[in-house]
């Protein structure tokens, strides 16, 4: 029922609590009800990649930090002892105030040794050994965040980084569990792979913005700076004559 569920999720949730990449929540109680009451986000994944799907491009830096928060925060779940079972952009929400991305909805999150065979989760990013019923363990959420990788790629658009990504998912979503790597690992790849490519910061929209390019950029913007300075006092200018032949007509006009 509704209520055991909660109960569940509330388990898995203080177990796994605190964290910066973990929903944080209150519990509260209306009249007689019990609620869990969670930090408001602007939006999911699953709304970001909707929105910018065939427009634009996500930024590098973005893109990197969401992959960062959501293997840092499955890899803690995994310390815990604790597997999600339903890892999926709609999941992993996104505070953009911050830049921080957060896991939430462990409604089918469950300890190891609790977890059995049962077969729970979105179709979609479920991992093969749960499909077929048989025992599964840690690597089921590695395989659903391959697969939230591969979605990752839809909006990464000519990006030098996207041919990385796309071995990256797959090597999360490798049909045998005992192939694909821990989070632990994954944190680590995606952190190296940072840090050799700082200068993946320096593209926006798809673009390599240099050094020289910001100069360029920055003359156009003095340019233009200049330009509206210009405007603005012929304005100015075109205001005074206004008002010198408004004072003319009225003088004619009372002559």
Same mark, same amino acid.
């Given at each position: ?5 909660l109960?569940?999720?509330?388990? !898995?949730m203080?177990?796994?609590?605190p ?8 519990? !509260? ?12 986000a ?28 959501? /293997? ?20 992993l ?12 909805d /462990?409604?089918? !999150? ?16 479920m ?10 363990? /840690? ?48 944190? &680590? ?10 200068d ?11 050094k020289?390019?910001?100069?360029t ?23 005074q004559?206004? &008002?010198?032949? &408004? ?9």
């Amino acid at each position: 029922n509704m209520f055991a569920c909660l109960q569940e999720e509330y388990k !898995a949730m203080r177990a796994l609590y605190p964290h910066k990449n973990i929903m944080s929540f209150q519990v !509260a109680k209306v009249e007689e009800l019990y609620c869990l009451v969670m930090e408001r986000a602007d939006g999911s994944l699953y709304d970001m990649i909707s929105e910018m799907k065939g427009k634009s491009t996500i930024v590098p830096p973005v893109l990197m930090s969401i992959l960062l928060d959501l /293997f840092r925060a499955v890899e803690h779940a995994h310390s815990v002892g604790y597997i999600h079972r339903d890892i999926k952009p709609e999941n992993l929400l996104w505070f953009p105030w911050n830049s921080t991305a957060k896991l939430s909805d /462990f409604g089918f !999150a469950k300890a190891l040794t609790d977890s059995r065979g049962t077969i729970c989760g979105t179709r979609d990013y479920m991992a093969p050994e749960m499909i077929r019923g048989r025992a599964y363990s /840690f690597p089921v959420d590695i395989y659903s965040c391959g697969k939230v990788v591969s979605d990752l790629l839809e909006i990464c658009g000519d990006l030098p980084l996207r041919n990385w990504l796309a071995d990256f998912a797959n090597d999360c979503v490798q049909n045998s569990p005992r192939r694909r790597p821990t989070a632990t690992e994954c944190v &680590r790849k995606l952190e190296e792979f940072q840090k050799r490519h700082e200068d993946l910061n320096s593209y926006i929209g798809g673009y390599k913005i240099t050094k020289e390019k910001i100069q360029t950029l920055q003359e156009k913007l003095n340019s233009l700076s200049l330009e509206m300075r210009d405007i603005e006092q012929e304005m100015h200018a075109l205001k005074q004559d206004h &008002r010198t032949w &408004r004072r003319m007509i009225r003088r004619v006009t009372k002559e």
